[in-house]
């Protein structure tokens, strides 16, 4: 696989999806549904209220959305088998990979696989307080940025926006906070002036609102240096014409920026084929009847999936993309060599459960087991 290939988280309890089934069309699903998801400020919990209210009206199904404070309180309940699929952010790739937090002994990289994902016409990127004098990426030298406890994919998208604007987080005063809402609040309190998440996410809204305001700088697509140091960091990130932003927000619209599929919607190897097939048919077949429930809902529609992306295709998603006509060979090649990299990154993960290692060292060595596993390969080990 090339870099390119790259480019392209209710209640608190935990619940898994009972037996029960339920039936509209041919498309079937259980009676009970969960999925994790981030907190009930976030965007993608807001559409996953809209997702749910459809499968409610249409099959019958109910959701029960267990929102996660960060990355890892979202992928735990499917790596115990609690719940089966995940509305996550780009930490599903660092899961996948067995990085960042996810190099950890309790973890590893895990087999998961992709059924639909929302590309829609929001942005990505660091949003800052409009009175902090950031009008450039480089001006967030010396400001106060929010970094989230135990969020790397929050925290990694932050610091590929940094090095847009060559800079690192020894530039900028930081400033840890225990949850992603907490970063938000942070910039609203005005004890910080940055933090990362979509454009169009509800939670900005009283920023918005506020004597403070809020700005998203411009990601400059002319800038090609800008956008290898941050590509360099963050793979997945690819430009984007931004034209869905918060209302209130000091830009004008179209905004250059950046965008990659948030929420992605993964679910562990073993999940149901029904479930994987009647959950993807559900949300694709149905678009007119939930595309004005919630923020950004857009990116749901068939046309705008990438199946070129840095997840293999669960099977059964793959027979309804194929038998809508939009899945091609080249996608079953690419689907294979995704599938081929979990199987080298699984084969070097159980090689270093046979390797004696102090749980200080193991991530570092971890690390190396995993890059040589990669290179062996001749596959791109982006985390070294």
């Not at 590309?119 to 949003?127: F, P, S, W």
């Not at 809204?205 to 998203?216: C, E, H, N, T, V």
């Not at 679910?267 to 559900?282: C, E, H, R, S, V």
């Not at 027979?319 to 070097?348: F, M, P, S």
């Amino acid at each position: 696989m090339t870099k390119t290939l790259l480019r392209t988280s209710a209640s608190i309890a935990v619940m898994a999806f009972s037996i029960g089934s339920a039936v509209a069309a041919d498309a079937k699903l259980p009676s009970n549904i969960s999925w994790t998801a981030y907190g009930t400020t976030s965007s993608g919990y807001a559409q996953s209220v809209g997702l749910g209210k459809m499968l409610k009206e249409k099959y019958n199904a109910d959701l029960r959305i267990i929102p996660g404070k960060n990355d890892v309180s979202r992928m735990a309940p499917l790596k115990a088998g609690q719940s089966p699929l995940c509305a996550c952010g780009i930490a599903a790739y660092f899961a996948q990979e067995g990085v960042l937090m996810f190099a950890a002994k309790p973890w590893g990289p895990m087999q998961i696989y992709n059924l639909f994902n929302n590309i829609g016409r929001n942005g990505q990127q660091a949003m800052t307080a409009a009175d902090a004098g950031i009008k450039t990426v480089a001006d967030m030298k010396g400001k106060r940025v929010t970094f989230v406890k135990g969020a790397d994919a929050l925290n990694q998208n932050m610091t590929a926006m940094l090095a847009f604007g060559g800079l690192t987080w020894n530039d900028v005063q930081k400033v840890e906070v225990p949850g992603w809402k907490q970063s938000i609040e942070a910039v609203i309190n005005g004890q910080a002036d940055s933090a990362w998440g979509s454009t169009i996410s509800s939670a900005y809204a009283q920023l918005a609102a506020s004597p403070r305001g809020i700005y998203f700088p411009p990601l400059s697509h002319g800038d090609k240096a800008g956008w290898e140091r941050a590509t360099a960091v963050a793979p997945w990130w690819a430009p984007s014409k931004v034209t869905a932003m918060i209302k209130g927000a000091k830009n004008e619209l179209p905004h250059e920026g950046s965008n990659y599929p948030y929420p992605i919607f993964v679910a562990m190897k073993d999940a149901p084929d029904a479930l994987a097939y009647g959950l993807t048919k559900a949300v694709m077949d149905n678009y007119e009847s939930f595309k004005e429930s919630g923020p950004g809902m857009d990116g749901y529609q068939l046309s705008n999936q990438n199946f070129a992306y840095i997840f293999p295709y669960h099977p059964a998603a793959v027979k309804y993309y194929k038998e809508k006509g939009v899945w091609t060979a080249e996608h079953d090649k690419h689907n294979a060599a995704v599938i081929k990299r979990q199987g080298v990154l699984a084969a070097a993960w159980k090689e270093m459960q046979g390797k004696s290692v102090a749980d200080e060292q193991f991530a570092a060595e971890w690390l190396k087991v995993r890059a040589a596993a990669l290179k062996k390969a001749d596959m791109p080990v982006i985390f070294e």
